[in-house]
């Protein structure tokens, strides 16, 4: 049962990864290619989020995500939507996203600061999906030993945000708005990076939170 259960998932984490290649660079990169001469740049950048805005929503939907990493995710999505419509040029637009950028990497700070990291709330999300009652969830998650790990998820949500934010001056500095298609490609390779670490971070929060039931088990014994 645990193999099948793995190649499931493997397969579905491979299904992904096709889909997020898909709909985050090949896409928009299509469409910015073959867009940009007839459309003009602004609104061929803007048409080439359209495929990435559809495949967010659609997983939104189907992950079943009405919660606080859900609304987060649609309200991140929603405030740089806003922005890159309000834009109004390709250069514009491009500086924009790396001002959003900032301002997420403030929130996650915050967030840190005082202790309410989005990291933990999204771990009880996942937990809850599988059963388990948020509020001791959240209990457990606030232990000391296992809060850590969620502070030190944080920590590389805040260093996501800064990394893109560089990035995407560093490519407009030396491509300009023509290095578009370039920064699709960096981005969503950083972004892979990314997800791996801090995937694999929320995955290795399990082993206090095991050290954390066998000494509560050694205490009532």
């Not at 290095?179 to 997800?195: E, H, K, N, P, V």
């Not at 399990?206 to 954390?212: D, L, R, S």
């Amino acid at each position: 049962m645990g193999l099948m259960c793995m190649a499931k998932q493997q397969k579905t984490n491979k299904k992904i990864i096709l889909l997020d290649l898909i709909f985050y660079l090949v896409f928009p990169y299509v469409i910015w290619k073959f867009g940009k001469d007839p459309l003009g740049d602004y609104l061929a950048m803007l048409l080439s989020t359209v495929p990435g805005f559809v495949y967010t929503i659609y997983r939104f939907i189907l992950e079943k995500q009405f919660n606080i990493a859900g609304l987060f995710i649609i309200g991140s999505l929603a405030l740089s939507t806003t922005v890159d419509l309000l834009s109004g040029s390709a250069e514009r637009m491009l500086w924009n996203s790396v001002y959003v950028g900032l301002f997420f990497a403030m929130i996650h700070f915050l967030a840190f600061i005082i202790k309410r990291p989005f990291a933990l709330y999204f771990a009880v999300d996942f937990a809850y999906l599988q059963g388990y009652e948020r509020k001791a969830s959240t209990h457990l998650f606030y232990q000391q030993g296992i809060f850590r790990w969620f502070q030190l998820i944080q920590i590389l949500f805040i260093v996501r945000s800064l990394f893109f934010a560089i990035l995407k001056v560093w490519l407009l500095q030396t491509y300009g708005v023509e290095g578009y298609d370039s920064m699709l490609i960096y981005r969503q390779i950083a972004s892979w990076f990314f997800t791996i670490v801090i995937t694999g971070l929320f995955i290795y929060s399990n082993v206090p939170i095991q050290k954390y039931f066998a000494n509560q088990k050694k205490q009532v014994q």
